[in-house]
């Protein structure tokens, strides 16, 4: 009998622990998901930056304004 009451408290106090560390982790999905919207908005700012540093996305629609316009000649 006293076999069975320990068995019993073990099982009880571990699937309490459980459910205690499933409750813990409510916010974890929403923590993660705005830092990779951080990390994304970050590369975009970096992307943005070098891209009006260097003058390449101007050069890139000139580029392409131009083959549209002798495509279209």
């Known amino acids: 009998m006293l076999a069975l009451y320990v068995h019993l408290s073990i099982y009880l106090s571990t699937a ?3 459910r205690r560390a499933r ?3 409510r916010g974890q999905a ?3 998901y705005a830092l ?3 990390g994304a908005a ?3 700012l ?3 930056a070098w891209a009006t ?3 390449l996305i101007g050069k890139l629609l000139d580029a392409v304004m131009k083959s ?3 495509k279209v000649k």
Do not use: F, P, R, Y
Request: charged fraction near 25%; hydrophobic fraction near 60%.
């Open 42 to 44: 970050a590369v975009a």
């Open 16 to 18: 309490a622990a459980g």
């Open 46 to 48: 970096l992307v943005v």
């Open 53 to 55: 540093k260097s003058d």
């Open 68 to 70: 549209i316009t002798d």
């Open 36 to 38: 990779v919207l951080l």
């Open 23 to 25: 409750l813990d982790e």
């Open 30 to 32: 929403s923590a993660e």
